[in-house]
Nanobody, 128 residues
């Protein structure tokens, strides 16, 4: 059973930065895809970005483009979500999700139903 573990959330002022981490140590090879989602109070869980660990390709939703960046450390089975220029509307619980399905060339899915394993979430609050 894969259990993604997120960390790195917290309180930050508008314009600040945070780096979230997701560890998926149970995967036995490099063939997996990671998605980041977020859920604000009273709202649906929605996609933020995703990355294929197989080829490193990424996708971002429009609100994340130019501000957020994904990276990975394959040896440590860890994916990072660097979030810059944070805004109050980025406030949410951020979830890491994983699937053993391989998506290449930027085709990783932004639909939560494509992911089989979910972390417990890490809260991000952007406020002055």
């Amino acid at each position: 059973q894969v259990q993604p573990v997120e960390s790195g959330g917290g309180l930050v002022e508008p314009g600040g930065s945070l780096r979230l981490s997701c560890v998926v140590s149970e995967f036995t090879d490099d063939s997996y895809t990671i998605g980041w989602f977020r859920q604000a109070p009273g709202k649906e869980r929605s996609a933020v970005a995703c990355i294929s660990n197989s080829d490193g390709s990424t996708r971002y939703v429009d609100s994340a483009k130019g501000r957020f960046a994904l990276s990975r450390d394959g040896a440590k089975k860890t994916v990072f979500l660097q979030m810059n220029n944070l805004r109050p509307d980025d406030t949410a619980v951020y979830y890491c999700a994983a699937t053993g399905v391989i998506y290449l060339r930027g085709t990783c899915p932004d639909n939560k139903f494509h992911y089989d394993y979910w972390g417990q979430g890490t809260p991000v609050t952007v406020s002055s």
